[in-house]
């Protein structure tokens, strides 16, 4: 099974290095979504910090899968 790792940033980076094994990317993006309405849920303001909330999703190489990004516009 694929390992996934999943690093914040919002102002300041946190690196995950621990991770995650799940089925597929198609399992890496829910991840990705529900970690980052958990952390939002923790701390809504993170997203009215610098430029929001950022997740980068990486491979077991260290390689980017994708990034998910949450900010208020307006």
């Given at each position: 099974m694929p390992h996934y790792f999943f690093n914040t940033s919002n102002g300041s980076p946190h690196i995950d290095d621990v991770g995650m094994d799940l089925p597929g990317i198609d399992a890496a993006r829910r991840e990705a979504v529900r970690y980052g309405g958990s952390l939002l849920s923790d701390d809504p303001d993170m997203v009215?910090?610098?430029?929001?909330?950022?997740?980068?999703?990486?491979?077991?190489?260290?390689?980017?899968?994708?990034?998910?990004?949450?900010?208020?516009?307006?």
């Open positions: 009215m910090q610098d430029n929001g909330l950022r997740i980068d999703v990486l491979d077991e190489a260290g390689s980017p899968c994708f990034a998910m990004r949450v900010v208020i516009e307006g």
